[in-house]
């Protein structure tokens, strides 16, 4: 009797153990295809923040809505953006403010993202700035070539992982301050259209060639950029 019980047991117990082992591998999947489903949501969308309110980002579930005013929660569009980089990232920006956008360009650079940023000298805490360069980020500031010409370098886009086949762009006009996003009406804008990739993707290497030959050949560029400490 205790024999044929055994038999029996073994006889169940094989199929039970089998489909819990494709329920748990089933879960598995089916999170892994929720995230890549988020992930494609999060880079062809637009955002709008209305004085302190953030809205069209895609969150994960409802309670993720239901948080409370965070700053971090207000850059989170950005900080997803930066956090995702695999291969490169380069970054046209007025200046950079939050320290929570800073963490994630260092934490871009030790996982051996190439981090390339275009800022404006006039307008940066440039020892948070020097700090990026310590740590292996490229940082090119802008000056105006001459005291006379008052011109400010206003760009804010990011071009993310960009190949000849593929590439991701944050576009707007949030400036990355605690005011940009508690005070001001702004949008931005997540792009994977090739042709609009690859467009700011080659504005940004003009950009970044042409403010160099300037910072190299302009003296009041190059005694402007000797105060950096």
């Not at 082992?21 to 999060?42: G, P």
């Not at 400010?152 to 000849?164: E, N, P, Q, W």
Request: glycine share 4%.
């Amino acid at each position: 009797m205790i024999l044929k019980c055994a038999i029996y047991c073994a006889i169940f117990s094989l199929p039970l153990y089998s489909w819990t082992k494709v329920y748990k591998e089933w879960k598995k999947i089916r999170e892994e295809l929720k995230k890549h489903s988020l992930y494609l949501q999060r880079h062809i969308c637009m955002g709008v923040y209305s004085a302190g309110v953030l809205s069209g980002w895609p969150t994960e579930d409802r309670a993720e809505k239901s948080k409370g005013f965070n700053i971090n929660t207000q850059f989170e569009p950005i900080l997803y953006f930066i956090r995702t980089a695999e291969r490169s990232l380069d970054i046209a920006i007025m200046f950079i403010q939050i320290k929570s956008i800073l963490d994630e360009l260092l934490a871009a650079s030790r996982r051996n993202v190439k981090v390339r940023i275009i800022v404006d000298y006039n307008y940066n805490n440039n020892k948070d700035l020097r700090h990026l360069e310590r740590s292996g980020i490229e940082v090119l500031y802008y000056v105006a070539p001459d005291p006379d010409i008052s011109t400010i370098f206003h760009h804010k886009y990011m071009v993310k992982d960009y190949t000849d086949e593929d590439g991701y762009l944050y576009i707007g006009s949030v400036n990355w301050s605690v005011g940009g996003v508690t005070v001001n009406y702004e949008t931005f804008n997540f792009i994977v259209n090739r042709g609009v990739v690859k467009y700011y993707h080659e504005k940004f290497h003009y950009a970044w060639h042409r403010i160099r030959e300037i910072n190299e050949t302009s003296l009041y560029a190059k005694g402007t950029l000797t105060e950096i400490s």
